[in-house]
């Protein structure tokens, strides 16, 4: 049973990436999953969730910006990050909450 988390690099203020986190040992579908995320010196932080039902919710500094989605068929969890800023630099972790955590992908915003 794991997360597999993919997708981070350096991407410029303004751009976009897709962040993925591939389910293996569980079905993804029927659980609640989210990504969480930890800065340089900050706290861990909820960014986006989705339940079971595919009902999503974000944390407020992401808002409008992110968008936490699923395909079931592949057991994969996307974490599309449009806009980014440099404040969105953090190694996002997906997880199964609450007991089961990815490795973490490093996203750095920078020009």
């Known amino acids: 049973v794991q997360l597999q988390a993919s997708g981070g690099g350096l991407v410029q203020p303004g751009g976009s990436v897709r962040l993925s986190c591939t389910a293996s040992?569980?079905?993804?579908?029927?659980?609640?999953m989210g990504w969480y995320r930890q800065a340089p010196g900050k706290e861990r932080e909820v960014v986006a969730t989705?339940?079971?039902?595919?009902?999503?919710q974000y944390g407020d500094s992401v808002k409008g910006r992110f968008f936490i989605s699923r395909d079931n068929p592949k057991n994969t969890m996307y974490l599309q990050m449009n806009n980014v800023k440099p404040e969105d630099t953090a190694v996002y972790y997906c997880?199964?909450?609450?007991?089961?955590w990815g490795q973490g992908t490093l996203v750095t915003v920078s020009s």
């Open positions: 997880v199964r909450i609450p007991d089961l």
């Open positions: 040992g569980f079905t993804l579908s029927t659980t609640f």
């Open positions: 989705i339940s079971s039902y595919g009902t999503p």
